[in-house]
């Protein structure tokens, strides 16, 4: 029987994990946390296709609410526009997900090893076959005839990739996204009709911060683009501030999180598949930069995964995985790695010209509500926000740059390889990372 590894328990790594122990291989998840510490402590927004698109079955409403009705507001805070959610757009526990994953798991028959920290990669003769792992101190060597990598955006499994796979390793501090989340007490109880306020430019900082009133606490995001360097304590500090001014009901009690996280904002990397490896999810820069969703295309990637190993019959090679990274891009990724470039034009402006926007509706609501809670963007929107703001913008060398990327990535996507060439998708991989 064909071994699988899977390297972190990661949303994409699960539901591939799942459906291959369906189709009778030995799947076996190793994991650095133990299985109840899975999960960050809050809730996300999930589109409820996510279960369809991983094949699996939706789960039960009493596992997940509906999501919030939005409102986008600009830095200077005199103008709030309201955006209805996307219907299929609901609200789920992290760990009530990972429960629910988890059973369908253990009813696969998937393995788990937890507690086990990966700390390098095996390989032999070009081809990726195992992994190092610690365990209680002991380091032992685990051999499967496939990786996948669900470790996340600092996954140690593609940072340690030998350099035959070609395979990028770090994602550029400009392309992480620095997120601090906590849920705070109030001191009241709270009823909103719009309780979901994202402030773009929050403080004039660039990025985004939010606030969602529940009747008992306050969530709230404070992020920025790393662009514009790490999240400070004084920031946070700041931030947090600024929202009990305008909120005097939230308390400095935190009730959930209260963590700095990374998400990676990146234009999908180029290549995530290489001999017996296979990047799905964070670890493959896979979430839509500014709009999140990791969880629904982690998941999706999952089952696509799955699938080109399930035809290929188990063969792990390179030129089979491709049909795996191959459907990912062109069903998927198409539409979404634009929206990198569109999130690169963030650093171009400031916080007045964001208060400009919204004022004069230029970012309108029918604009802001383009892939509220949706993995499906279109190009034809992208191409609307940015015949709008373009002509704001003082054309630097830079923004330019930008532009002509956002116009050729759609047609570099379109060319690429359908079936593995080492020449061909070596050359589309070039053009690719230089867009
Ligand atoms: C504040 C915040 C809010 C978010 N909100 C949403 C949202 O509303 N909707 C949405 O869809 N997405 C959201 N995301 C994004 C989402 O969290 C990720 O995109 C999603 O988790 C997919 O990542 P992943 O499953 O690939 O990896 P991860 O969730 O990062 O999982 C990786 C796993 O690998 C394990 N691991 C890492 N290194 C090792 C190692 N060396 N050895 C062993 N195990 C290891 C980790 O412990 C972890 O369990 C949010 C993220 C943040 C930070």
């Not at 891009?329 to 400009?356: E, H, P």
Request: hydrophobic share 40%.
């Amino acid at each position: 029987m064909k071994k699988i590894i899977v390297a972190g328990a990661g949303h994409g790594g699960l539901i591939a994990a799942y459906h291959l122990a369906r189709a009778g291989y030995d799947v076996t998840v190793y994991e650095k946390q133990q299985r109840a510490d899975l999960g960050h402590d809050w809730h996300d927004y999930l589109d409820m296709t996510a279960f369809d698109g991983a094949d699996i079955p939706r789960p039960d409403e009493s596992m997940y609410r509906p999501g919030a009705y939005q409102a986008f507001r600009n830095p200077k805070g005199n103008v709030k526009i309201e955006v209805a959610y996307k219907e299929d757009a609901r609200v789920m526990d992290r760990k009530v997900l990972y429960g629910y994953i988890f059973s369908l798991c253990d009813e696969a028959g998937v393995k788990y090893v937890f507690g086990a920290e990966i700390s390098g990669v095996l390989f032999d003769n070009r081809k990726i076959t195992g992994l190092k792992i610690t365990k209680g101190g002991t380091e032992e060597r685990v051999y499967a005839d496939l990786v996948i990598d669900a470790a996340g955006m600092y996954s140690t499994v593609r940072r340690n990739l030998p350099a035959f796979c070609e395979i990028q390793r770090e994602i550029e501090q400009k392309d992480i996204f620095h997120v601090y989340r906590a849920y705070y007490k109030n001191s009241e109880e709270i009823h909103c009709d719009v309780p979901y306020v994202m402030d773009l430019f929050h403080m004039n900082r660039p990025g985004l911060g939010w606030t969602i009133f529940e009747e008992d606490y306050t969530d709230i995001l404070i992020g920025k683009f790393g662009a514009a360097g790490e999240l400070t304590e004084a920031e946070i500090n700041a931030a947090l501030e600024s929202y009990r001014r305008d909120y005097p009901f939230i308390t400095e009690e935190i009730v959930r999180g209260g963590c700095v996280r990374d998400i990676p904002i990146a234009k999908m990397l180029p290549m995530i598949v290489a001999d017996g490896y296979a990047a799905v999810g964070d670890s493959a820069a896979m979430t839509i930069p500014l709009n999140g969703s990791g969880i629904v295309l982690s998941m999706n990637a999952g089952k696509l995964l799955a699938d080109a190993v399930i035809e290929a019959e188990g063969k792990t090679d390179k030129k089979s995985l491709w049909k795996y990274q191959y459907k990912y891009f062109t069903t998927l990724a198409k539409d979404l790695v634009i929206v990198a470039k569109l999130k690169d034009f963030f650093t171009f402006v400031d916080g007045s010209l964001v208060d400009y926007f919204l004022e004069a509706d230029i970012l309108s609501a029918e604009l802001l509500a383009c892939g509220n809670g949706d993995i499906n963007i279109p190009t034809k929107q992208i191409f609307h926000i940015l015949s709008k703001i373009g002509p704001v913008l003082k054309l630097t060398p830079d923004i330019i740059r930008n532009f002509k990327s956002v116009v050729r990535l759609p047609a570099a996507i379109n060319d690429m390889p359908k079936e593995y060439d080492a020449d061909k998708v070596k050359a589309w991989v070039d053009n690719y990372s230089r867009i």
